[in-house]
Nanobody
Framework: QVQLVESGGGLVQAGDSLRLSCEVS???????MGWFRQAPGKEREFVSA????????DYGDSVKGRFTTSRDNAKDTVYLQMNSLKPEDTAVYYC?????????????????WGQGTQVTVSS
């Protein structure tokens, strides 16, 4: 049974930084990973993706230059470093795993999902 557990969300002010983590059990090395977010009343939005090795990444237009995704396969964890946060970044953030070594930007491409972690950015 594959499980994804996100952590690191919280309430911050505009301009602050946060780092989200997502730990994968029984292990992350066989998965490419993605981050998505969903605000109330909106569709789930692509944030970032990273291949198994971590060599290739991609980002949604709204976060390019501010967010960085990385992974530590030895710790079975993928990260999302979020800098220069804005109120419009407020959402529930989800990590997702796909059992192919691809950059996937659509939610339907992913096999497994975490439960989500809330990020709230105040102005």
């Amino acid at each position: 049974q594959v499980q994804l557990v996100e952590s690191g969300g919280g309430l911050v002010q505009a301009g602050d930084s946060l780092r989200l983590s997502c730990e994968v059990s029984p292990g992350i090395s066989g998965f490419a990973m993605g981050w998505f977010r969903q605000a109330p009343g909106k569709e789930r939005e692509f944030v970032s993706a990273i291949t198994r090795s971590g060599y290739n990444t991609d980002y949604g237009d709204s976060v390019k230059g501010r967010f960085t995704t990385s992974r530590d396969n030895a710790k079975d964890t993928v990260y999302l470093q979020m800098n220069s946060l804005k109120p419009e970044d407020t959402a529930v953030y989800y990590c997702a795993a796909v059992d192919r070594d691809i950059i996937a930007t659509r939610p339907l491409s992913y096999n497994y999902w975490g439960q989500g972690t809330q990020v709230t950015v105040s102005s």
